[in-house]
C-alpha cells in the first residue's frame, strides 16, 4: 500500500506532465472505485488547465483554473502510468489499453495519465478549492509531518493522554498525517521505543525525540523515491514503487542492525497489522 512518500514520488512524476497543461480530454470507464465518481466528472474536467499539483496526506490534489480541485487517492492498489512524456531519461509510448484502466487523462502536451486499479479501493473527487479543507476525506486529518504545524510541542501535548500503544497513536491519521505501517516501524526503531509502549506512558522527551525521527524517515524514502524517478525505467511507465532499504519492517528473523546488539528482528500483530522490533533495542 503506498504511504507518503510513494504518493509524493508519483505527484513528482506526474507533476511535469500535468502541471501547465489543460486536459484535453478525460476518459471515465465506470461509474465508481472505491466510491462513485462525481457528477458529470468528465465534463468537469475536459478543458480546464492544471495549475498544479499538491499532496495532503496520502491524497494528490490537481488544481484546475475551474475553481475546483482534482483529488486522487491510490488506495490499495492504485497505480499511475505516465506515458507520451519523458519522465526522468525514460519515455514511455502510450500503452496498450488494459483491464482496469479506470481513467485516462489526454492531456494536451501530449501526454497520457493513465490511472489503473485492479481492486478500486482508490478513489477520485472533485472538491470546490476554496472550501477544500472541509472535504469529508480531509477535514479530520492531522497536521503534516513535514511541515511546520507538526512539532515537539505538539506532539508531546497529542499524546500526553493516549492509552493506546504509541504504534496505533502514530498511525491515527487525526494526530499526524499520512504516516502507515511501514515508516511508523521504522521510526520506532530508530528512536528505540517498543511499539507496544502505552503513548502517555512515554516520556515527553522521548515523544519529542519522535519528531525529528518522523521527518528523517520520510525525507529519506522521499529522496529515494525521487532517485527512482530519475532512473524511470520500468517497462510500463508505472510510478512511485521503488526500492526501500528498512531496518526493521518486514525483517523478522533476521539479525538487528545495531551495533554489538545479537538480537533477532521480532515481529507481533496490533490491530490486524504486522509491528516488526528488536526486543533488545526497543523499550
Ligand atoms: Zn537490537
Known amino acids: 500500500m503506498p504511504e507518503l512518500p510513494e504518493v509524493e514520488t508519483v505527484k513528482a512524476g506526474i507533476a511535469p506532465a500535468m502541471e501547465g497543461q489543460i486536459i484535453a480530454q478525460a476518459d471515465i470507464n465506470r461509474p465508481d472505485l472505491r466510491w462513485p465518481f462525481p457528477e458529470n466528472m468528465s465534463a468537469r474536467l475536459t478543458g480546464k488547465r492544471v495549475l498544479g499539483l499538491r499532496r495532503r496526506s496520502k491524497y494528490i490534489l490537481a488544481d484546475l483554473d475551474s475553481g475546483e480541485t482534482l483529488l486522487i487517492h491510490l488506495g490499495m492498489s492504485g497505480r499511475m502510468l505516465v506515458s ?79 492509552n493506546s500503544p504509541i504504534k496505533s497513536a502514530l498511525l491515527d491519521q487525526g494526530i499526524v498525517a ?42 529519506e524514502a522521499i529522496a529515494a523515491g525521487g532517485s527512482s524517478l530519475r532512473d524511470y525505467r520500468q517497462s510500463d511507465g508505472e510510478l512511485g514503487y521503488f526500492q526501500h532499504v528498512f531496518q526493521v519492517y518486514d525483517q523478522e528473523g533476521k539479525p538487528c542492525v545495531t551495533d554489538g546488539c545479537k538480537k533477532t528482528i521480532q515481529r507481533i500483530v496490533q490491530s490486524g497489522r504486522s509491528s516488526f522490533f528488536c526486543p533488545q533495542c526497543q523499550r
Open 84 to 162: 507520451g512524456v519523458k519522465v526522468g531519461e525514460f519515455h514511455h509510448p502510450h500503452p496498450v489499453p488494459a483491464k482496469h484502466d479506470h481513467v485516462v487523462l489526454h492531456m494536451d502536451n501530449g501526454a497520457r495519465i493513465t490511472f489503473n486499479d485492479a481492486r478500486r479501493f482508490g478513489a477520485m473527487d472533485l472538491l470546490d478549492t476554496a472550501t477544500q479543507e472541509d472535504h469529508w476525506l480531509i477535514r479530520d486529518i492531522g497536521p503534516e509531518p513535514l511541515g511546520n504545524a507538526f512539532d515537539e510541542t505538539y506532539l508531546v501535548e497529542r499524546l500526553k493522554r493516549k
Open 178 to 219: 499520512g504516516l502507515g505501517n511501514i515508516y511508523v516501524c521504522e521510526v520506532l526503531f530508530r528512536t528505540g521505543i517498543h511499539p507496544t509502549r502505552k503513548a502517555s506512558q512515554i516520556s515527553a522527551k522521548r515523544i519529542a525525540s519522535l519528531v525529528p525521527v518522523i521527518r528523517e524517515v520520510l525525507s
